[in-house]
């Protein structure tokens, strides 16, 4: 119980941001839910066959990522469509502070909250995520009707710091915690009450039944000088394979079929362990200990070509459980910018990466990141991105015009590229990132592909989709109460922008 709202029964969560935003959201609801037994105000038991939160994607006028698409069309329906006229009695934001404008965005998204706790409504105001880990105190100063502001690595003891706020106190948790999988301290003596890992005993409600997000490393050690990751999320602190393995088996015994590991760097994983770990050494761990029958997907995010391993090649091509898709950000295509940018590696030595992916796993989808606009970026910088784009040519491109974000190098420099250019540019990429799309689409048509089966289609009852090994959308006629978590072979006959569409082959393949 909250004691400043002692009848408190709802919640609202609003989560903006990457993948490990909405792993990070759905912990928030499980403590909300399993430890203060509170209620999502999105929520919607009686559909069966979503699997995804509304509460868990909103935008505060983020750009979409086109991977979020479909979850973002089904969900803003099934929001729009709750019956309950509630208003909540804890709001959380989990914030982003990767765009231009994030802060301002997040004070935009309060102010309706603030006035009504201002006229009195009884509401306990919570911002976490990475805006909140970024600004702190000023949080408060800006919002005095803010009562807890959170960094992430908080998350495991919301339930803890929500009845401190009951009492009175008005947090603000943002300073640095070296963590455990048996609690964790931020250097000033606070604790956890309780013993828990700090990731996998915290409840969580995940946000899908057939997939799951498992981060296996927090926070970053890179510093790039356009990125803020270092000083929102922390330094690198990897889990154990253990707990790794543990969280995953729990998710097998509930019915998941698949697993996303998660991490900024992923390829870092283990290097701040002792003795030292390796990312693959960690694929070959939970391939060989999944049970059969259970999870048969196994996918990650994010890979550094600083440090990418052809051990991780090996895997990928070897392994039956991890699936042959790469995401393999290279973010600019000219080696001085991406000297500016700190990244470590060439034009040359990325196509090498490249090479070897095709040589060893030549079905593989690539996929990666790219930043236009870079402080001091030539137009003949520029056109080196374009000449990557098309040697690599894409299974899909996440692409961003570079905005100065605070506590950043390049933010300060005088060296800035005019904003009509940056659009310029952003559109190019945009336009040649869609045409490699779908020329790899297309090279499935008249294959048969294996699909696993996630959702109904939200724009057609009578087709269900799902995902090629590679990651592909592919829609198809199907009963989804029947398919939904199976995996089925397909026959593409059409191959789309950023999916398939295909029809059914056979009944659900045993695995």
């Known amino acids: 119980m909250i004691y400043s709202i002692p009848n408190a029964k709802y919640y609202k969560i609003v989560t903006t941001g990457c993948q490990m935003n909405v792993a990070d959201s759905e912990r928030i609801m499980g403590v909300l839910e399993g430890e203060l037994g509170l209620t999502s105000l999105d929520a919607d038991s009686n559909d069966d066959t979503s699997g995804m939160d509304a509460s868990l994607i909103a935008t505060l006028g983020k750009k979409k990522n086109k991977s979020m698409k479909h979850e973002e069309s089904r969900v803003s329906k099934k929001a729009s469509s709750n019956k309950n006229s509630a208003t909540p009695d804890i709001l959380l934001l989990n914030t982003c502070t990767i765009r231009d404008h994030a802060e301002q965005k997040v004070y935009d998204a309060l102010g309706p909250y603030a006035a009504m706790k201002r006229s009195g409504h009884p509401l306990a105001i919570v911002v976490a995520g990475c805006v909140a880990q970024q600004e702190g105190e000023a949080l408060l100063r800006r919002f005095p009707e803010i009562d807890l502001v959170l960094g992430p690595q908080y998350i495991p003891w919301l339930s803890d710091l929500l009845v401190e706020v009951g009492k009175g106190s008005q947090l603000c948790m943002t300073e640095s915690m070296l963590w455990s999988e048996t609690g964790g301290s931020d250097g000033r ?58 969280e995953c088996l729990q998710l097998a015994s509930s019915g998941y079929k698949e697993v996303t590991l998660l991490g900024q760097n992923i390829d870092a994983y283990g290097r701040d362990m002792n003795p030292r770990r390796t990312f693959a050494d960690l694929l ?228």
């Open 189 to 246: 003596g606070w604790n956890s009450s309780r013993e828990k890992d700090a990731d996998w005993m915290v409840p969580i409600k995940r946000g899908h039944t057939v997939r799951a997000w498992v981060n296996v490393i927090h926070g970053c050690n890179e510093h790039c000088t356009y990125c803020v990751v270092p000083s929102v999320r922390g330094v690198e602190q990897s889990r154990s394979m253990e707990a790794i393995l543990q």
């Open 284 to 511: 070959h761990y939970l391939n060989d200990n999944l049970p059969p029958n259970t999870i048969s997907r196994i996918r990650y995010v994010t890979s550094h070509p600083r440090y990418f391993s052809e051990r991780v090649i090996e895997a990928v091509s070897d392994l039956d459980k991890v699936c042959e898709c790469f995401h393999m950000p290279f973010q600019a295509g000219d080696d001085a910018v991406l000297r500016d940018m700190r990244r470590g590696y060439t034009y040359e030595s990325y196509m090498n990466i490249i090479r070897k992916i095709r040589a060893k796993a030549p079905d593989a989808s690539i996929c990666g990141d790219v930043i236009v606009g870079f402080p001091g970026e030539t137009e003949e910088a520029f056109q080196r991105t374009l000449d990557l784009m098309e040697e690599v040519k894409f299974d899909n491109l996440n692409t961003f015009a570079y905005s100065p974000r605070p506590n950043t190098e390049a933010a300060d420099w005088a060296n800035q590229i005019p904003t009509d250019v940056k659009s310029d540019r952003l559109q190019r990429v945009q336009a040649l990132a869609a045409k490699h799309a779908l020329e790899r689409s297309q090279r499935y048509v008249g294959t048969a592909v294996e699909v696993l089966v996630e959702d109904r289609n939200p724009k057609n009852g009578n087709e269900v989709m799902g995902r090629t090994r590679q990651g592909r959308q592919v829609f198809f006629e199907g009963d989804i109460k029947e398919l939904k978590g199976q995996l089925v072979m397909v026959e593409v006959l059409e191959g789309r922008t950023w999916s398939l569409v295909g029809k059914l082959l056979s009944s659900p393949i045993k695995v």
